[in-house]
């Protein structure tokens, strides 16, 4: 059964297989997708269909050649802000690159053959449809112009020029997150250099019809911060970097008062655990992320962690957040009657939220309404789950788990409630750490890790194991001398 066979005759005699199609002719693509995404993209779904019919009644091939490298030239354009920018500031350059692709086009319309109607219909169809794209092409570029200098005039007066970036590099380091799916280049880049700016901006991003992303450290996993329209603006958060002092305050429905800390937007998430463990706490959201990602992009994703398990997710430890709302307004969110640990372990969570006028200081705005929401305890969580990610909604409770999808967090302020029972910490003051030993070792001289000399002879012993069970070898003497 296991004989091997005698394949003489096979080789002789292989069979004939019909060649494959190449799914990825499109000259200049260098992203991972193949010619039916880019063709439909630039022409249409017909187009794709009456060309991938075409392949199999091509002659020379000429005529393909010529419209895929159109195609191409256009593909790497839109995909490239590098090109896009030197394409905007030579004008002489960007009408050379247009003209070429015209005259492929019309190397194309001379090569059609009119005997053969049924076929010639569809490259007439193929030619039309690639003549659009070509001018939709062009009046991108003019487009742009224009929407760039206008949003330069709206959003300068809101915040600093250099806050505002229309540069290549600024606009291909927000094109993704830690997904690493791409989809559009934003059009723009906010980055503002305090809460107070960020709602002018909103409202200069709606008055532009621009698609607003919020933006904070982008360690997300959910493509939440991915553009998906080229007329997009990122607003990224990393400059509200204030981080207050611990405080001891009250909360509404409470007489005992909590210790807490105000956190901008953009301060990352390992600056507030350090300064829980310098003030003797433990801070509850701990993310894998927790040395890139931000505050604001931890209460929009209700972040959760390790710690999670005993002291719960960022919506669990939240005496208030502030955001900008989609029509550029304060909205407050503040927790009533708070249970100092897991919010579904609570009948009823109640919030206040308060909308001001967005025109105003936050702490001095005029307050436009308020509304009290009252949300079931249980529906926040199932049963046996830290967080469910399937429920964005969460009973209507604004910002928590919205993924920026309802506004922008500027600010909250974060409650330290119950941590110091931690094994870490006895009583009121963290455990001493013992010194380490450092006997039989120069002064001054380093010192390997006991983790990293584990680590080192365990891939030692996993080396010689190898070694045993390939040729019987231990070391460098075989067995048996």
Not at 186 to 215: H, K, N, Q, W
Request: with cysteine; net charge positive.
């Amino acid at each position: 059964m296991n004989a091997v066979a005698d394949l003489t005759d096979a080789a002789r005699h292989p069979i004939e297989k019909e060649p494959e199609s190449r799914l990825r002719e499109i000259p200049y693509n260098y992203t991972s997708l193949a010619d039916r995404e880019i063709v439909t993209r630039l022409l249409g779904e017909s187009a794709w269909n009456v060309l991938d019919g075409l392949r199999s009644e091509r002659r020379t091939g000429r005529s393909a050649r010529m419209l895929y490298e159109v195609l191409g030239d256009m593909w790497v354009v839109e995909r490239n802000p590098y090109l896009q920018d030197d394409l905007l500031d030579n004008p002489k350059r960007r009408r050379q690159l247009i003209a070429a692709m015209h005259h492929r086009l019309g190397e194309v319309e001379k090569r059609r053959d009119g005997a053969d109607q049924a076929r010639d219909a569809k490259v007439a169809e193929l030619l039309r449809a690639a003549a659009q794209a070509v001018e939709r092409f062009e009046q991108r570029f003019a487009d742009h112009a224009a929407k760039r200098k206008r949003a330069q005039s709206l959003l300068r007066r809101a915040t600093r020029a250099d806050n505002v970036r229309f540069d290549a590099f600024s606009r291909v380091s927000h094109v993704t997150d830690a997904t690493d799916w791409r989809v559009e280049l934003p059009f723009l880049v906010l980055m503002p250099d305090s809460e107070a700016e960020i709602p002018a901006l909103v409202r200069a991003c709606i008055e532009l019809g621009l698609t607003i992303i919020p933006r904070g450290g982008g360690t997300g996993y959910t493509g939440g911060v991915v553009p998906l329209t080229p007329w997009s603006a990122v607003i990224n958060t990393e400059k509200l970097e204030y981080l207050g002092p611990v405080e001891t305050i009250a909360l509404p429905g409470h007489g005992t008062a909590v210790a807490s800390i105000f956190s901008a937007a953009g301060v990352v998430t390992k600056r507030v655990s350090e300064a829980a463990e310098r003030a003797g706490f433990v801070f509850a959201v701990d993310p894998t992320s927790a040395d890139a990602s931000c505050v604001g992009g931890n209460i929009a994703m209700n972040a959760g962690g390790k710690k999670a398990v005993l002291w719960g997710t960022a919506v669990d430890n939240l005496a208030w957040w502030r955001m900008i709302d989609a029509q550029g307004d304060w909205l407050e969110v503040t927790r009533l009657n708070h249970n100092l640990g897991k919010i579904h372990d609570t009948p009823v969570a109640s919030f206040e939220l308060v909308w001001k006028k967005g025109t105003q200081p936050a702490d001095e705005a005029e307050v436009l309404r308020r509304e009290r929401l009252d949300i079931d305890g249980a529906t926040f969580r199932k049963i046996g789950l830290g967080k469910d990610v399937t429920d964005k909604f969460l009973g209507g409770l604004p910002g928590v788990q919205k993924e920026g999808c309802d506004g922008l967090i500027t600010a909250a302020r974060i409650l330290w409630t119950g941590t110091r029972s931690h094994p870490e910490h006895r009583g009121d003051r963290p455990v001493p750490r013992r010194k380490r030993q450092t006997h039989g070792h120069a002064a001054g001289r380093p010192r390997t890790s006991g983790r990293a000399l584990f680590t080192r002879g365990r891939l030692q012993h996993q080396i010689q194991a190898r070694r045993i069970a390939k040729n019987g070898v231990v070391g460098r003497h075989r067995r048996g001398g």
